[in-house]
């Protein structure tokens, strides 16, 4: 069926297929509160990782914390159930850590590290795995940030 077919159902194009360009990887890391102040890696599991193959940043983050709430059923740790959990996504595409031209520290979403330590050129970007991690560490703002309650980890572990 052609683009023009689904248009004329209402239907439309998927996100995905409208979208031109390479396929986009995110770079996520989980994090764990015990108040919702003071954030940590959530040790129990690997803390960090990449996704493909989704539209955008909040669908990852709804899916690592789908994941997350799996693996911490499955596990049985009643502890987990008082915990605060944070995901941070960055779409790698936009996620540059410094601009080797100017030195400031800027990154291509707009905003600013703040933090010292070399710049990354755009050309290393296709060489280096920025995890979720390092892009914290250096003052990357993430694309969402996904957060959830004690109560709303009970509801989705608990069912």
């Given at each position: ?32 509160s015990g108040d ?124």
């Amino acid at each position: 069926m052609t683009d023009d077919a689904l248009a004329a159902l209402g239907l439309g194009r998927p996100a995905e297929a409208a979208r031109a360009g390479p396929p986009l990887i995110y770079a996520y890391l989980v994090q764990v509160s015990g108040d919702g102040t003071r954030w940590g890696a959530d040790w129990t599991e690997p803390s960090g990782g990449f996704e493909h193959d989704a539209p955008d940043a909040t669908e990852v983050a709804c899916r690592v914390l789908r994941r997350r709430f799996l693996q911490v059923r499955a596990d049985g740790d009643q502890h987990r159930h008082r915990m605060w959990f944070r995901v941070d996504v960055w779409t790698l595409t936009t996620a540059t850590v410094g601009d080797h031209a100017n030195g400031n520290g800027a990154h291509a979403n707009g905003g600013s590290s703040g933090q010292g330590g070399p710049p990354v050129r755009a050309d290393d970007l296709e060489t280096i795995a920025l995890s979720g991690r390092h892009l914290q560490s250096r003052g990357v703002p993430p694309d969402t940030v996904e957060i959830r309650t004690p109560a709303q980890v009970r509801h989705e572990i608990d069912g």
